[in-house]
């Protein structure tokens, strides 16, 4: 019986003490460094506009459908066309899903559609599935050059223009060789509306 | 497959090999009362205040029982500690959002299972728990849960190591010195760069951002209790617009169609509740904030895996680059690999702990091999629809970690008993979704979860040892300890638990109406996340084929339950084995003793954890993902 | 004598065998074995299902028939195990025919059958009679044949007092008379032991047994809880999996290669004990025989003859070497010793010198006192004596005669080399010094080669100073020595290996060397030994031959091999085992599987009668190898590993592929599916 009041003891005293120093402490003292070291980034990297209003965070991913727009990947990630942080997630379908062999079938037609391609002209993958998170801020390389042309037709903007924009929203992989690029779809869209 | 994606796998495999030695190194030292790290002048004193407060003899060691004891007393206080925060987060301070208490049975859910190191998350960070809840209730336990892995390792490693005594170490000294000498210092560096990534770390409310097209959807109208309002309507199909001859109306040859009210058996038309949906604008982005860093650090330093937003690692906050991903993929497995060259330190026997780490790195090879392969492939049903082959599987995956990163996280994830995903595990290909299902339940040995995966290898070994010991003609010995009955008993007792808590409960779930009702995907596949939840539960991975609605009374409970007995009816039986072990004496070698090092030991214990550990598993596994490969390469739909 | 073991499926081993078999279809024996009898309750609902069935009933009997035959096959392994037992021990038992026993009580005879006798009882024993039962000698001495239990049909000495007074029943006195004193109850001795233990009927598990045996029922668990779990999760997908399927499906997963064939190889490992002479306490100690890794041997009678012989003749300087040797051979002549003998042999080899008979030289033999140490012969105006140096040095210094240094030289030479010197004297001259040496038993070195390979240190043990000691030690390649033991020091020596973690076997005969036998882990007491050694041993050699242990250690690892191997290939079966059942069962709900069927099995009935059928066969098909036990040859852990692995493991994953495709083609041609 001793020994059991002494192990509890050691219990509650250790859970209160973890309880101060990793997660109080601890966290303050990430916050200090982060906040000196990285302030940009420790709060959201978000991207402010000339007149100070918040657009969004260049790491998260949103919805765009009009054509003078570059669209984002299909989004799981809460109502409407999601892209909403708070309720984060993919769609969940497995690989002999009907639901989702019938969003895509819906996606890629969509997509062929507002793209002028033909239908033997094979879709993305990412064009028309959904990520991870519902909030993928990219596209792959493929996808934005397929919307370069309707794009530009709907901005009366010429292609190597879009192109270049395309260029310098790329996200190269990390160190030359860690993951796959991709082209960073509200940071585009931005630069577009940007573009006089 | 391309070519940088091989370079990857190779700077990783490269990576992990170049801090193992140093990593293992520092865990003898910190394993040690009396070791030495850089960090004593800063935690020296501190560790001296917590065991003064706790009245703790650092001095004095344990046997088995009471280091068992003693964790299990810890495990139990931080369980209720935890429950009894998420239960009163509304009254605490710390909830910039408002969030309501927890639910009984999800915060029940929630406390075992990050007491168990599982991190199993029935319920959405983001829109659940408190800035409080998170930081403390949780994270105490990404601490605690990671160094009661560890201490449990280390207390086994001590009991082979040692001969002819009974003390395998001081629970509380291994707890806290692991803790703030091993945890804290890398977190607090890790989470920092993390950071430069673009990890947030801030205490601030969630921000509102101006959507650049704000757009209109449906929502269901909701009436004062937050209840969605319902209304009842006739249910209808479509059919063919047929003339006053009876023939189809075509428009451009194509027939049109016309809803049909569906009526029953006596003629009535059939009714149904549908949700009244109303019209809502959407104008903004809620971008979530918060402490994230801090906590991401040592979710996967300490392979718990719960994320902090739902998504996980896939969340563009909690794993914002490529390099963040590297990294925390390099983290996940630091530890456990380290821990193989601490065994082989210890036990004055280091090309054991590096052919144990071998054995380990050669299982883990395979699955990513594998997992990559089946996901660059894709699935042929949609390249049928057109989508480009090339592409391989996209759907829930993100762009900036693509196939190859997807697939190695998956890998990584649930050899270790970390749970953090980058993609859906869910959207996998059939065998793609295999290999992480799998993983687990090989029971987490492909270095594992911090602690676990040694203590689980190490039960395998003893019983490779077994029965090549006999093959040898002598009683088996391992490491000059003779394998007998007590050991055996011991370590097919952890075999015999894995697989009733796993196979048990998912059989339950299979055919009981609570079990099915959670599913998200029909067929194979539904059978596949019933059996994947139960298997990451007792496993402690936390990871899921996240469809699984799991939020319910019946989930919740059922889960929890399967979480304690995959942690400490695994354990206590490790211990037990270990009480017995560190009496024996040690023989020397001789010719006659094979060694426990070198290919032929290699070899020798993976054929025991694909024989003794996986075959078990195979019927199940074939009913669910083997199957529906097959049944993918048809073209089946559910 | 090495008994010819009988061949494996000798009729009269193998007919009473199957009657065997279905008796022990007992439940209460059947428990003993969990995985046979999970089998045999597999079987029963397997026969109950044939008349519940709506469909299918023939493929259900089939089934059923071949899960009995699986049951049956086990038993019959341990049936023939315990035959082949028997047929030894009933050469045994033949020595142990109820004979009549003379009592003595209160120094009075009285005729008693054999069976009354108790413990401490004395029995008298003259020529023709037949020992009733195991004893000591305490009067008198007696030669005995001992062939009824050693096959040896010279006889041997026994003798009250010294280290050969044990004597064991059923062997009969051929001259004089002795007294006995019981020393075991009827049913104790050694040989009703072996018997039980060899017939199977009295057989503990040992240790190592009893982990596999754990092994296997936790084994047997796991996959009757996969078993039983397939069934909801058919349900869920659909497929109505029948309860005979399932059963069959956990009866090919269950070890049952090596649950039925367990008990065989224990009971055949003992046997071959007995056929190697060996009468062994019980399967712990061959088992742990096995795992011995010191051998402390005795070096008199084990190591060398036992006596020292003469060597060679070194004279002293200005005296012929054919001289010095015919004094030493006339010196010797009377003396009747091994060295006195060997000295006359020597010189008749060397020289050519006859032996002469020394009544016939009119000689006196002047014989061996402790006070003289010295030994000699007497002629008219000759004297001739031989001795050790320091005696012979006094002698001719009595006598005024001169030692001189060349002798003294040879001596510390001889001596140094482990050998003893014996210096001859005619009168007061000193003729020089007979080289007297240990000599080391022929082939012993062989022996020794041979435990090194197989991982065991030999230490012998002697009361040789330890010149001497290191000398022989280095001819006979023992790898240490322990001179000038006491039984307390061998005691210590034992135990102190023993903490170091060895495993210790120890050879002995004396009763001095009970203690050390009861102490070493495995104790072998020679047959020629007492009584009180052959009871702190556990085994008894009755050929008495010390190396006799390299036997034992084979057996001990042979049926550790076994047991590993046959464990290692039954778990390997599995994965063929799979590829046959999972398909077929799952063909009928998802044909999208048939891929999976890579052994193209005819039809889903076919390949899991196929899988059932190999299951039952592979248990007849390695009942020769669990009899025989698998090969021991010492080539290091890791050689035998890795042989073993390539041809159990590796072949234990290939050859139910072979095996299951090829039934699946004579069952198909056959039409029996």
Redesign the interface.
């Known amino acids: 019986m001793k020994t059991f009041f002494s192990e509890i003891r050691g219990a509650i005293v250790l859970t209160i003490m973890l309880a101060v120093v990793c997660c109080g402490l601890y966290p303050l003292v990430v916050f200090g460094f982060a906040q000196v070291l990285f302030p940009g980034k420790a709060n959201g990297s978000l991207i402010v506009d000339t007149k100070g209003v918040i657009r969004g965070s260049s790491l998260m991913g949103q919805s765009f459908t009009a054509d003078k727009y570059f669209h984002p990947r299909p989004s799981a990630a809460g109502i409407g066309n999601g892209y909403d942080p708070t309720s984060s997630g993919g769609s969940n379908l497995g690989p002999t899903s009907k639901k989702l062999a019938d969003s895509i079938t819906q996606n890629i037609s969509d997509y062929r559609a507002q793209n002028g391609l033909a239908t033997n002209v094979m879709v993305p993958a990412d064009a028309v599935t959904a990520s991870a998170s519902g909030l993928d801020p990219h596209i792959s390389l493929r996808n934005a050059d397929l919307q370069v042309a309707r794009v530009a037709k709907a901005r009366s903007l010429d292609e190597a223009k879009v192109r270049a924009l395309i260029q310098q929203n790329t996200d190269a992989a990390d160190l030359g060789f860690l993951g796959d690029p991709g082209v960073n779809v509200l940071k585009l869209n931005l630069a577009l509306d940007a573009v006089k | 497959m391309h070519s940088t994606d091989w370079l990857q796998l190779a700077v990783f495999i490269g990576a992990l090999v170049l801090i193992t030695k140093p990593m293992g190194l520092y865990l003898g030292q910190v394993l040690d009362v009396k070791g030495r790290t850089w960090f004593d002048f800063l935690f020296k004193p501190l560790e001296r205040l917590t065991y003064r407060l706790m009245g703790v003899d650092s001095e004095k060691e344990h046997d088995w029982k009471q280091y068992t004891f003693a964790m299990l007393m810890f495990s139990l206080v931080s369980c209720v500690f935890t429950y009894a925060v998420l239960r009163l987060q509304n009254h605490l301070p710390l909830n910039p959002q408002g969030f309501g208490p927890v639910s009984p049975d999800l915060a029940f859910n929630t406390a075992v299972s990050f007491t168990t190191n599982t991190n199993w998350q029935s319920y959405s960070g983001e829109s659940t728990m408190s800035y409080l809840s998170q930081m403390v209730a949780l994270v105490i336990h990404n601490f605690a849960s990671a160094a009661v892995g560890i201490a449990i390792a280390a207390a086994i490693v001590r009991a082979i190591a040692r001969h002819s005594g009974k003390t395998i170490g001081n629970f509380w000294v291994d707890l806290v010195r692991t803790t703030y000498y091993l945890l804290l210092p890398i977190c607090v560096v890790f989470a920092v760069v993390l950071v430069s990534q673009g990890m947030i770390q801030n205490f601030k409310p969630y921000t509102k951002a101006k959507l650049t097209e704000p757009y209109t959807t449906q929502v269901p109208k909701l009436d004062d209790k937050g209840q969605a309002v319902m209304t009842n309507v006739v249910v209808t199909t479509q059919s063919a617009k047929l003339d006053a001859q009876g023939k189809p109306v075509l428009t451009n040859g194509v027939a049109v169609m016309v809803d049909v009210p569906t009526l029953d058996a006596k003629g009535q038309p059939v009714m149904t509740n549908v949700a009244v949906m109303v019209d809502q604008k959407i104008e903004e982005q809620t971008i979530v904030q918060g402490p994230m860093a801090s906590q991401v650090a040592i979710k996967m330093l300490g392979t718990n895996g719960g994320g902090y937003a739902n998504a996980n690692a896939a969340f563009p906050f909690e794993n914002p680059t490529p390099l963040s991903n590297f990294l925390q993929m390099l983290s996940i497995f630091s530890i456990g690999s380290g821990l193989t060259y601490y065994l082989g330190r210890m036990v004055k026997n280091q090309s054991h702990g590096w052919s144990v780490w071998t054995c380990m790195m050669v299982m883990f090879l395979g699955g990513v091999l594998l997992c990559w392969w089946a996901e660059s492939k894709g699935n042929p049903i949609h390249q049928n629809l057109g989508v480009a082959v090339a592409d391989g599987n996209m759907e829930g995956k993100e762009v900036r970690f693509g196939i190859f990163n997807s697939a190695l996280f998956a890998t990584v994830t649930t050899d270790a008993s970390c749970g953090a995903v980058n993609s859906m595990h869910d959207s996998f290909t059939a065998l793609g979704g295999f290999v992480p299902l799998f993983n687990i339940q090989l029971g987490e040995i492909i270095i594992g979860g911090v602690g676990a995966g040694l203590y689980g290898m190490l039960v395998f070994v003893v019983l490779a040892v077994f029965i090549a010991g006999l093959m040898v003609g002598r009683t088996p010995e391992y490491l000059g300890k003779k394998i007998q009955s007590f050991e055996i008993k011991m370590a097919m007792l952890a075999m015999l638990i894995l697989a009733i808590d796993i196979l048990g409960f998912a059989a339950w779930a299979a055919v009981s109406d609570w079990g099915k009702a959670g599913l998200n995907n029909a067929g194979p596949h539904g059978l596949s996340e019933m059996l994947y939840a139960f298997t990451s539960a007792t496993g402690n991975n936390g990871s899921a084929f996240a469809g699984l609605s799991a939020n319910t009374p019946w989930y919740n409970t059922t889960l929890a339950i399967s979480m304690l007995i995959g942690r400490f009816l695994m354990i206590v039986p490790i211990m037990a084995m270990a009480g017995s072990l560190v009496r024996k004496k040690i023989a020397p070698p001789s010719v006659g003793t094979f060694p426990v090092s070198g290919g032929t030991f290699v070899i020798l214990l993976l054929g025991t954890v694909l024989l003794v550990g996986a075959l078990n598993f195979l019927p199940a596994l074939a009913l669910g993902p083997v199957v529906e490969h097959f049944l993918t390469l048809q073209g089946k739909l559910f | 004598m090495t008994q010819k073991s009988p061949s494996l499926f000798d009729w009269k081993i193998a007919g009473p065998a199957i009657g065997g078999s279905f008796q022990k279809l007992n439940p209460r024996l059947m428990i003993k074995n969990p995985v046979m009898f999970v089998t045999m309750v597999g079987a029963v609902l397997t026969t109950a299902g044939i008349f519940t069935a709506h469909a299918e009933r023939g493929f259900i009997a089939q089934l059923a028939v071949w899960l009995w035959f699986t049951v049956l096959f086990a038993n019959f392994a341990e049936a023939i195990a315990e035959g082949r037992g028997k047929a030894q021990a009933e050469s045994l038992r033949k020595a142990r025919k109820e004979t009549m026993a003379r009592r003595l009580v209160n120094g009075r005879e009285e005729k008693v059958p054999a069976p009354s006798l108790q413990k401490n009882d004395l029995v008298v024993c003259e020529a023709g009679d037949v020992i009733p039962a195991d004893g000591d000698v305490v009067e008198g001495i007696a030669s005995v044949d001992e062939a009824a239990i050693t096959g040896e049909s010279a006889p041997v000495i026994r003798e009250s007092g010294g280290d050969r007074s044990a004597v064991t029943g059923g062997t009969r006195v051929i001259s004089d008379r002795i007294v006995v004193r019981i020393t075991m109850d009827k049913g104790q001795g050694f040989l009703d032991r072996m018997i039980a233990l060899v017939e199977g009927a009295q057989r503990q598990k040992t ?2 047994e ?3 045996t ?2 296997l029922s ?2 047997t ?3 009757l ?13 659909a ?1 109505e999996f029948s309860i005979p399927v399932l059963i069959a ?1 956990l009866v090919c ?1 269950i070890p049952t290669t090596i649950g039925g064939l367990l008990s065989a190889i224990g009971i055949a490992g003992m046997d071959r004990v007995l056929q190697r002479n060996v009468l062994a306490m019980s399967g712990r100690a061959v ?1 742990a025989a ?2 011995v ?1 010191v051998l402390l041997l005795d070096k008199t009678g084990t190591i060398t003859l036992g006596n020292r012989m003469a060597t060679a003749f070194i004279p002293a300087p200005g005296v012929a070497p054919e001289r010095l040797a015919d004094a030493a051979q006339l010196a010797s002549l009377a003396d009747e010793t091994p060295e006195g003998r060997s000295i006359v042999v020597l010189a008749k080899e060397k020289f050519n010198l006859r032996a002469r008979d020394v009544t016939q030289v009119q000689g006196q033999f002047v014989p061996f006192t402790a006070q003289t140490r010295m030994s000699g012969v007497d002629f008219p105006g000759r004297s001739i004596r031989k001795g050790a140096a320091e005696a012979i040095r006094i002698h001719a210094d009595k006598l005024g005669g001169a030692f001189p240094t060349a002798i003294s030289q040879a001596v510390d030479e001889i001596s140094s080399s482990g050998g003893t010197p014996l210096v001859v004297a005619e009168g007061k001259e000193i003729l020089g010094v007979i080289h007297l040496k240990d000599v080391v038993k022929g082939g012993i070195k062989e022996r020794f080669a041979h435990l ?6 030999t230490v012998m043990i002697t009361g040789d100073n330890p010149l001497t000691a290191a000398a022989i030690a280095a001819e006979a390649g023992v790898d240490d020595f322990m001179a000038q033991a006491t039984p307390e020091q061998k005691l210590q020596r034992i135990r102190e290996e023993q ?5 210790v076997a120890m050879t002995g005969d004396g009763t001095n060397d009970a203690p050390a036998l009861a102490q070493a882990d495995v104790g072998v007491a020679m047959n020629t030994g007492t009584q009180a050694a052959r009871e702190a041993g556990n085994m008894v050699d009755l050929d008495s031959n010390p190396t006799k242990l390299i036997d034992i250690v084979e057996i ?3 049926m ?2 076994t ?3 046959l ?2 290939f039954s ?2 079966n ?2 063929a085992k ?1 590829f046959a059942i ?1 398909p077929a069962m ?1 063909m009928a709900t ?1 044909p ?2 048939s ?2 069927n890579i052994m193209s099995l005819h039809s889903p009935t076919s390949a899991i009668l196929s899988a059932i059928i190999f299951n039952a066969l592979i248990i007849i098909a390695l009942i020769p190898l669990a009899l025989r036990g698998v090969k ?1 040859t010492p080539i ?3 050689a ?3 042989r ?2 390539l041809i ?2 590796l072949g234990g994953v290939i050859i139910p592929f072979i095996g299951i495709k090829a039934i699946d083609i004579a069952i198909t041609t056959l039409k029996l599916v």
């Open positions: 240790p190592n009893i982990a596999l754990i092994l936790a084994l668990l796991i996959f809880l996969v078993c039983i779990t397939l069934k909801p999760f058919g349900i869920y997908s497929a499906l997963l088992e096995g795992d890794d090194r390979k197989m991982g065991i240190r903490a170091a973690g060895h495993l001990g690892k042979q550790l091999i047991r590993g191997a464990t290692t778990i390997a599995d994965i799979y999972i799952l998802f999208a599987i891929p999976l021991y290091g852990a890791l035998t590993l890795q073993n692995l159990y493991g």
